[in-house]
T-cell receptor, first 115, second 111 residues
Framework: DTEVTQTPKHLVMGMTNKKSLKCEQH?????MYWYKQKAKKPPELMFV???????INESVPSRFSPECPNSSLLNLHLHALQPEDSALYLC??????????????FGPGTRLTVT | ELKVEQNPLFLSMQEGKNYTIYCNYS?????LYWYRQDPGKSLESLFV?????AVKQEGRLMASLDTKARLSTLHITAAVHDLSATYFC???????????FGEGTQLTVNP
């Protein structure tokens, strides 16, 4: 099973809402990633978790709060977002977090619209 | 800081023609990935290139890696409409935990 799943597929939220994105993998991978992708641009790394610990935060605003409850699950909690945060949010996982040396497997993404 | 440049950024080609997309990167790396992305969809892994001289082929696509020149190519042979998509190369840093993506090549294959 080389699948990374993400829910929901689509999310529309107001600027005062709190919502969460969920990502799950059952490949035994110990690294998980959140990326943000704007239209017609490459994915931008947001966070990296390695062995359930946050190892990289790419200076992401605090309105985005990641959480890794266990090795299979990654959440992204959203609060007080801005319209410019509207994007495709991609989750990925890899065997370890040794950069790109282990292939990253991407989930289908969550299309987020902030109104 | 690792920089990755793809060209062209936009490519419109006719069915049946051949073309090459180039991916240059700025620092040493021995691992490079090619992805395909359809509009509104996630990234689909096409090729993983692990060492200098690596060449991989799948259908009408062939990718190669020259680590000395810091260059990878994605060659399209006899293009068909179904290949229309955006293609990204991504390079692994030799240290750290990052993939650095190129800007992407938006490919349109016209009948």
């Amino acid at each position: 099973d080389t699948e990374v799943t993400q829910t929901p597929k689509h999310l529309v939220m107001g600027m005062t809402n709190k919502k969460s994105l969920k990502c799950e993998q059952h490949m035994g991978h110990r690294a998980m990633y959140w990326y943000k992708q704007k239209a017609k641009k490459p994915p931008e790394l947001m966070f990296v978790y390695s062995y359930e610990k946050l190892s990289i935060n790419e200076s992401v605003p605090s309105r985005f709060s990641p959480e890794c409850p266990n090795s299979s699950l990654l959440n992204l909690h959203l609060h007080a977002l801005q319209p410019e945060d509207s994007a495709l949010y991609l989750c990925a996982s890899s065997r370890t977090a040794t950069g790109g040396w282990d292939e990253q497997y991407f989930g289908p993404g969550t299309r987020l619209t902030v109104t | 800081e690792l920089k990755v440049e793809q060209n062209p950024l936009f490519l419109s080609m006719q069915e049946g023609k051949n073309y090459t997309i180039y991916c240059n990167y700025s620092t040493t790396s021995d691992r490079l990935y090619w992805y395909r992305q359809d509009p509104g969809k996630s990234l689909e892994s096409l090729f993983v290139l692990l060492s200098n001289g690596a060449v991989k082929q799948e259908g009408r696509l062939m990718a190669s890696l020259d680590t000395k020149a810091r260059l990878s190519t994605l060659h399209i042979t006899a293009a068909v409409h179904d290949l229309s998509a955006t293609y990204f190369c991504a390079v692994a840093e030799t240290s750290g935990s990052r993939l650095t993506f190129g800007e992407g090549t938006q490919l349109t294959v016209n009948p």
